[in-house]
């Protein structure tokens, strides 16, 4: 199964089981190709936040206008900080971001429990390797990876570039089938 793509610089469709990394700066806007990569093509979407809390991702999908229908989020900062939270159909939590094993299990949840064209948004890579380390985020990776591919599904996941070495960079590259590159001034090159 084929899934278009509305990033700029990069190929019109992906086959399932492709896995994208958009390198970002640290400030950088990374909503509009999230959201444009969440909303095109799609049946259901998992987005799973170590950055952001639940209620946030939401104001950013209604913001975006995108279907919050479809959507499941998966939260793994409100338990840490000690927020109130409300496990219901659409929104998951894990314990905290560095909780690899939970949100490699509720992803692998998310797409034994859904069908058709599935899309997955991970921001960010960059606070699981913060919150562990880059072996045990790597690891996390490249499960989901795995199960993107199991599951005929394409997923996008978010690496801040200043704040990884050259060495970490190339490492966590490799892993994908495609990078997205988003430049401080917002200007896109892709390479698959």
Not at 39 to 54: F, G, K, P, Q
Not at 82 to 95: A, F, L, P
Not at 153 to 163: I, N, S, T, Y
Not at 166 to 188: K, N, P, Q, T
């Amino acid at each position: 199964m084929d899934y278009q793509l509305a990033i700029e610089s990069a190929p019109d469709t992906v086959p399932g089981g492709t896995g994208i990394l958009l390198l970002h700066p640290s400030t950088g806007e990374t909503d509009r190709i999230d959201t444009e990569f969440l909303s095109t093509d799609t049946d259901e979407m998992l987005v799973i936040s170590t950055r952001t809390t639940a209620r946030e991702v939401r104001q950013k999908l209604e913001h975006y206008e995108v279907d919050e229908e479809r959507a499941t989020i998966l939260d793994a900062l409100s338990v840490e900080r000690g927020y109130t939270r409300r496990q219901s159909e659409n929104v998951r939590y894990v314990s905290a971001p560095d909780d690899l094993e939970g949100i490699v299990e509720e992803t692998r949840a998310f797409l034994e429990s859904t069908e058709g064209k599935r899309r997955v948004s991970l921001d960010s890579v960059t606070e699981m390797v913060y919150y562990s380390d880059a072996e045990r985020a790597a690891e996390a990776v490249d499960a989901i990876l795995e199960l993107l591919d199991e599951h005929d599904a394409v997923g996008l996941f978010h690496l801040a570039k200043g704040v990884h070495d050259d060495a970490e960079l190339a490492d966590f590259r490799a892993r994908f089938d495609g990078v997205v590159d988003l430049s401080e001034d917002g200007s896109v090159a892709a390479d698959f």
